[in-house]
């Protein structure tokens, strides 16, 4: 009998698309660094840019994006593959427009769906992929095996760190993960929670150094983020900062991480959307 991974995997295979979107995982070694905020206000000044984007949420732990929006998902995409829902039931819809999936665990089950069933459900995620120029996938902390497949899958991290040691030291052994896993897979840096330029600098120069020493890859820096006060109050009201506080030092930050991550080329994978790599789980 063929294991449901190999069916899986098989049925992906056959399911041939052409159009794939740029797909970054936000990830960090330390939690509470930072990263739901910044996925969720960094999908906003995307589509502020110009962008059509789609954000998924793929922590596992207790709910985060839908929290910081006011929003309740009531599916996750892994009731998509086994069944349990439909599509367009899946998408949440929050401020301007962002289009919000949760991931549920990427070790997905098949369940008792027909290979038509899968087929189907799957041309369905291509279709949404294409209607979609950036989709953030917003992790858990750490790198566990979860994490790493839907950083895998993405194709590009952006890697969450304060200028804390501790932070550091674990946002060092994530990027070590990535590297050694796939040493292709462009990692950007963004400092978070800085007091200054000044301090946010030198995290970077200390992260870049190793990274180059001992991996022997380059860390991209593509913006800090000072600590701002308005971001928890943002938090708190349950409107994302660059929509409650647009002229907050945090909104005007994270709108020029947006640009700069514009400015830079995405990381051609090859022809296999998003979801197609995360169910088939060919990283390769
Ligand atoms: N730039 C900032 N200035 C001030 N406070 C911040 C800033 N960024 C994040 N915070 C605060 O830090 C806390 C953690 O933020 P967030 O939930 O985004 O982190 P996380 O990395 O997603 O956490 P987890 O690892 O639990 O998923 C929140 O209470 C938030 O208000
Ligand atoms: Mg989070």
Redesign the pocket.
């Known amino acids: 009998m063929v294991d449901q991974a190999e069916r899986l995997r098989e049925i992906v295979k056959r399911n041939k698309t052409t159009n794939s979107s740029r797909v970054i995982a936000i990830t960090?070694g330390?939690?509470?660094?930072?990263?739901?905020?910044?996925?969720v206000n960094l999908s906003l000044a995307l589509i502020k840019l110009g962008s059509r984007v789609l954000l998924v949420d793929a922590?596992l732990?207790?709910a985060?994006v839908d929290v910081?929006l006011g929003l309740v998902p009531r599916y996750n995409l892994g009731q998509v593959i086994t069944g349990q829902c439909n599509i367009n039931e899946i998408i949440t819809v929050g401020p301007l427009g962002l289009r919000i999936i949760a991931s549920g665990s990427a070790d997905y089950k098949m369940a008792n769906l027909s290979d038509r069933s899968i087929d189907f459900c799957l041309k369905q995620l291509n279709d949404i992929e294409k209607d979609t120029d950036i989709m953030i996938v917003?992790t858990?902390?750490g790198i566990s095996r979860n994490v790493l497949k839907f950083v895998l899958a993405a194709g590009e991290a952006i890697v969450?760190t304060t200028p804390e040691p501790t932070a550091i030291t674990d946002a060092y052994g994530v990027i070590k993960v990535i590297a050694n896993s796939n040493p292709k897979t462009p990692i950007w840096l963004v400092v978070?929670?800085v007091k200054d330029e000044d301090e946010g600098q030198q995290v970077v120069e200390r992260l870049q150094a190793v990274c180059n020493k001992f991996l022997g890859i380059e860390l991209i820096n593509i913006g800090f983020?000072?600590?701002?006060?308005q971001?928890?109050k943002?938090?708190k009201e349950q409107q994302p900062f660059l929509i409650g506080k647009p002229r907050s030092v945090?909104a005007q930050q994270v709108t020029q991480v947006a640009k700069n991550l514009m400015n830079r080329s995405a990381n051609n994978i090859g022809t296999q959307t998003f979801f197609q790599r995360l169910f088939g789980g060919n990283f390769n």
Not at 30 to 39: E, I, S
Not at 225 to 229: G, H, L, Q, T
């Open positions: 960090s330390k939690g509470g660094v930072g990263k739901t905020n910044l996925a922590d732990g207790l985060n910081m917003d858990g902390a969450v978070n929670m983020i000072p600590f701002d006060n971001v928890s943002a938090v945090a």
